[in-house]
């Protein structure tokens, strides 16, 4: 089981000390990894095509997460940066695929990229891309990224790339494992066919182990084993009760989840409820 943190993405603000104190007090305290999520553009809350919740906007502040990493990757040493997730639809895979395999060489292999379709159609097109296209685009733009961090010449043409004997230089030392996240049935058999693992929501045990049941199911149907396919949720510390979350951890730890990152309620607890968590875990461990 690996134990990481949620990086305060909304709430740290834009001082480059405060983000460095708060990483490094996480890889300080032992945790395995760091995660983060992005927005490129925030929109008008009260735009009139906006119908029901929509939890960002222009208020809220998103660090890029390669520009982020990047950073971090030269103030710590073990700490893995994982993005849970880029939207990577609305980016060029190519390059998408040129600042992973440099984060990834410069942080010593410590990049796990996770990547979804996103749900705001006004970023899809402030960013010029085709909202509607997301799903088949993000199938081909794996390929596209697997082959360029493989090869040093790539020729590929597709729906969305033509690729003509292009490389990116320099290559990663390694095959980026690609993670993915959302929940409905498409997306869990594109998981099955092409990722290495899964961000999850949290929810009642009973269907959490359905899902994952679910996609066992379709990870062997592509010939895969699910013992070798990651699994990563997060405990939410605001809505689950300090007292609750031994059980929650092991609840877990039962379905087979490889990853648990934690999410403080507030920036200035974070440092003595992670500490709590830990505690617990290493009872666990125990």
């Known amino acids: 089981m690996k134990y990481g943190v949620l990086f305060p993405q909304t709430e740290i603000g834009n001082d480059p000390v405060i983000i460095r104190d708060f990483a490094q007090m996480v890889e300080q305290l032992g945790f ?64 998408v695929a040129k600042q992973a395999a440099q984060l990834d060489l410069l942080s010593d292999g410590r990049l796990r990229l996770g990547v979804g379709i996103g749900w705001n159609e006004v970023e899809f097109a402030g960013m010029g891309v085709d909202f509607k296209t997301r ?33 990116i230089n320099p290559l990663p030392s390694r095959q980026i494992p690609v993670w993915m996240g959302g929940v409905a049935d498409p997306v869990l058999r594109r998981m099955a066919k092409m990722a290495d693992g899964w961000f999850m929501y949290d929810g009642l045990v009973d269907k959490l182990k359905e899902q994952i049941e ?3 199911g379709y990870l062997k149907e592509e010939g895969r084993s699910p ?52 505690k617990i875990v290493a009872s666990e461990k125990n």
Request: hydrophobic share 40%; aromatic share 12%.
């Open 214 to 216: 679910t996609l066992h």
């Open 135 to 167: 799903a088949k685009l993000i199938e081909e733009q794996v390929h596209v990224m697997k082959q360029l961090w493989s090869n040093p010449l790539v020729s590929f043409e597709g729906a969305f790339h033509q690729l003509d004997r292009v490389g």
């Open 32 to 95: 395995d990894y760091l995660m983060t999520y992005e927005h490129v553009l925030g929109a008008d809350p009260n735009r009139p095509e906006w119908d029901g919740y929509r939890p960002y906007n222009y208020q809220d502040a998103f660090h890029e997460p390669f520009v982020l990493f990047g950073y971090l990757a030269g103030l710590t040493t073990t700490l893995e940066f994982a993005t849970g997730i880029l939207v990577l639809p609305q980016r060029q895979a190519p390059l």
């Open 227 to 278: 013992d070798s396919f990651g699994l990563d949720i997060r405990l939410n510390m605001q809505q689950i009760p300090e007292a609750d979350w031994a059980t929650w951890i092991d609840e877990r730890k039962q379905l087979g989840i490889t990853h648990i990152a934690a999410v403080p309620p507030d920036l200035q607890s974070a440092p003595n409820v992670l500490k709590k968590f830990l």
